[in-house]
């Protein structure tokens, strides 16, 4: 996998994620398969290959990544923005945060524009609406 995304010239962003603060009690089935991942071997075969920045993982989906606002209510496969109406699926939404995080860019609505690089469409993102967001498998 590193070598695939290592091949692309792209600096890569990864949350920089705190296993210890993950593992709950009770879930014994949760614990054992969290204690099983290595995603700093991810991030150390990438950094091996090319450029690889650690962000700060706080609201990287709760966050809009159009305007910026806190979406607690985390339900479903849609992330909702209530102010600006944002509706993106919550698998698209974090990752676009995590760049906007890696580049230290604003949370704007001007990145959905189609004439800026391309609005995010090269994403695998497709548009539905005028202001809406769709990524489509």
Not at 56 to 72: A, E, I, L, M, Q
Not at 85 to 112: C, S
Request: net charge positive; proline share 2%.
């Amino acid at each position: 996998m590193t070598n695939v995304i290592s091949k692309l010239g792209y600096k890569h962003g990864f949350e920089d994620l705190n296993k210890a603060g993950m593992y709950k009690r009770g879930r014994k089935k949760w614990n054992r398969e969290l204690g099983y991942t290595d995603w700093s071997k991810i991030v150390k075969f990438t950094e091996y290959k090319s450029t690889a920045d650690l962000v700060d993982p706080h609201y990287t989906s709760k966050d809009c990544s159009r305007c910026g606002c806190v979406n607690r209510d985390l339900k479903g496969e849609k992330f909702e923005c209530k102010r600006c109406g944002l509706t993106i699926n919550k698998q698209l939404n974090a990752p676009v945060n995590i760049y906007l995080k890696m580049e230290g860019l604003p949370h704007d609505v001007r990145w959905f524009d189609e004439n800026v690089m391309g609005g995010f469409t090269q994403t695998g993102a497709e548009w539905k609406a005028a202001d809406e967001l769709v990524r489509s498998l």
